[in-house]
C-alpha cells in the first residue's frame, strides 16, 4: 500500500512544495518519506529531505537544482553508510510536447 501528497505554496516571493510518502509492504516495516523544496529567484532549487528506508544512516539529504522549463542540472548529497557519502548529479532535457508550469 503506498499513499503520497505534495503541497505547493508561495510565501515571502518564494515557491515552495512539501511532499509526503508513506509505503507499507506485506513483510517490511512502514516507510515514510518527507520533502521539503524552495524556489529561489525562479531558476534555484534548495531541497532538503527525509526518508525512514535508509538503513545507512539518518536519512537525511539535501541538494540544489537549477529550474529551466527546457533544460535542468540537480546535485544531491545522500549518506551511505559504511561507504561515506554519496553526491549524485542529474541532467534533464524535455522537447516537444507541453512545456512544465513555471515555479
Known amino acids: 500500500v503506498r499513499g503520497a ?10 515557491s515552495h512544495t512539501l511532499a509526503l510518502d508513506i509505503s507499507k509492504e ?4 512502514t516507510v515514510v518519506g518527507l520533502g521539503a523544496e524552495t524556489v529561489v529567484a525562479k ?5 532538503i529531505g527525509f526518508n525512514s528506508r535508509n538503513a545507512a544512516g539518518a536519512g537525511v ?11 535542468g542540472v540537480d546535485y544531491a548529497v545522500l549518506p551511505y553508510g559504511d561507504l561515506g557519502v554519496s553526491h549524485r548529479v542529474s541532467v534533464t532535457a524535455r522537447w516537444g510536447g507541453e512545456t512544465p508550469a513555471a515555479q
Open 5 to 14: 501528497g505534495a503541497f505547493m505554496f508561495d510565501l515571502f516571493d518564494l
Open 26 to 29: 506485506r513483510s517490511n516495516d
Open 61 to 71: 539529504s539535501g541538494g540544489v537544482g537549477w529550474v529551466n522549463p527546457n533544460f
Open 43 to 47: 531558476v534555484l532549487a534548495l531541497r
